[in-house]
Every structure is written in C-alpha cells, then in structure tokens.
C-alpha cells in the first residue's frame, strides 16, 4: 500500500523560502501516474497548486509560478516542492498526493493516496 510523508513545512516571513518534501512509500515513479502538491487555507477549498507526471511534465496554479519548484528524487522516491518568495497568502496546509495506476497500466482519474499534511505559515 502506498503511504506518503510530508515533512518541511514551518514558519518564515514573507519573502522566505521552504523546501517541502514528500516520501513516497511503495510508490513508482516509472509506472504509477502522477504525484501532486495540493493546499488547504482556513475556510478555503483544497487547490491544486503543483503537479508532476512520470515522465517528468510539471504544471503549476498562475500564482505561484515562477516563485515554486516541483521535482522528484526517484533513487530516493521522494517529491519535492521548492517555495521561493512566500508570499502570505500561501499560508495553508500542503499536502502530497498520488495518482496510482491500474493493473492494467492505465491510470486512475485522480489521486487516490494522500499525506497527512504540513502546515506553511508565512508572515508579513
């Protein structure tokens, strides 16, 4: 069963940087489908902010393009998301999660397995 582990979340001013890492358990990163950074903000819905497929594609939400960095370590089955110029509003919980596939191959519609969460808190 996949489990993945959030850690690097803190507290820093705004302008500062975190580096959140996601240690993806029986994961594989050549044949499973996709690894995703979503966050939740207090009394807000869960946003998808970064997304990174087997063969490496990225994507990212307009606001934090060109400030945040999606990556993998496969060697290490881990994800990472590199946080440059935090800015306030991205104070939420951020969680990884993954996209499995099939037996068959294909892959399921939508994560399936998530984190337990690690909370960002940027200050002005």
């Known amino acids: 069963q996949v489990q993945l582990v959030e850690s690097g979340g803190g507290s820093v001013q705004a302008g500062g940087s975190l580096k959140l890492s996601c240690v993806a358990s029986?994961?594989?990163?050549?044949?499973?489908?996709?690894m995703y950074w979503y966050r939740q903000a207090p009394g807000k819905e869960r946003e998808l902010v970064s997304s990174?497929?087997?063969?490496?594609?990225?994507s990212y939400v307009d606001s934090v393009k060109g400030r945040f960095t999606i990556s993998q370590d496969n060697a290490k089955n881990t994800m990472y998301l590199e946080m440059n110029s935090l800015k306030t509003e991205d104070t939420a919980v951020y969680y990884c999660a993954a996209r499995l596939a099939y037996a068959s191959g294909s892959c399921r519609p939508s994560p399936t397995v998530w984190g337990q969460g690690t909370q960002v808190t940027v200050s002005s």
């Open positions: 029986r994961y594989s990163f050549s044949s499973d489908c996709g």
């Open positions: 990174i497929t087997k063969s490496g594609t990225t």
